[in-house]
């Protein structure tokens, strides 16, 4: 069995937690996302996806699971943020993660680059990565399929101009994505619930990622505190 579907094999069936703190989130540190990976695999978590080359560095320390490694960066001339240049897949190769991901969907990445090209370059220089597919709609999946990517994942359902406003988790987009491709579907945006979660295995993910619900605990209390808000509107 060669390295690639021995990692795959790994993270079937199982729970991906996000551990990720953006520089402007309260728990941005390296050291915080390291112990929250180490608390979400003592859970039971079979993969930790994180966020850029110090944090991901912090991460390999302590664990033992694989790590799916992006790196979010802003460029002025794309909307692109996930994994948008080869500078960032350099990084995360470097880094020696076992699974990179970067945005699939239609939008030209920096330098008016599409991701056609962006994919052929990654293959020809690093032909042998596990690469996941963060898409936003089911032709951004069937394309991902076709141009080489190993796994294809909902992502970024909800976070695109067509796809703004969609109710999250897209199990629509799911169910669509698990009848039509080949490689490992991931269930991921929009998991905050038990019932969410089964729902999206017995569609027939080949894994899931869940991220806020479990390591944003100021998104988590605030969905709290805005539900008393609600309850104390619906009383006047």
């Given at each position: ?10 993270i ?62 802003d ?46 370059d ?24 076709k ?8 992502t970024?359902?909800g976070y695109?101009a067509?796809t ?32 969410q ?40």
């Amino acid at each position: 069995m060669d390295k690639k579907q021995e990692i795959l094999n790994q993270i079937q069936g199982g729970l991906i937690v996000s551990c990720q703190a953006l520089e402007d989130e309260p728990l941005h540190s390296s050291f915080i996302m390291s112990r929250m990976a180490v608390a979400a695999e003592q859970g039971g978590a079979v993969a930790i996806r994180a966020n850029g080359p110090e944090d991901i560095a912090e991460i390999q320390k302590s664990v033992s699971i694989p790590i799916i490694g992006l790196w979010k960066r802003d460029y002025d001339d794309s909307d692109i943020y996930i994994t948008p240049t080869m500078a960032e897949i350099d990084a995360l190769v470097e880094a020696n993660v076992d699974i990179v991901a970067t945005d699939a969907t239609d939008r030209l990445r920096p330098s008016g680059q599409s991701l056609y090209d962006f994919i052929k370059d990654i293959r020809a220089k690093y032909p042998d990565i596990l690469l996941m597919a963060d898409c936003s709609t089911f032709e951004e999946g069937l394309k991902a399929e076709k141009l080489g990517f190993d796994i294809v994942s909902t992502t970024l359902s909800g976070y695109t101009a067509e796809t703004a406003g969609k109710t999250l988790p897209d199990f629509d987009l799911l169910e669509m994505l698990v009848a039509s491709l080949s490689v490992p579907v991931v269930a991921e945006g929009g998991i905050w619930e038990i019932s969410q979660l089964k729902t999206a295995f017995e569609i027939g993910c080949h894994c899931a990622v869940i991220g806020s619900a479990i390591t944003r605990p100021l998104e988590i209390t605030k969905r709290f505190t805005d539900s008393i808000k609600e309850m104390t509107n619906e009383n006047y």
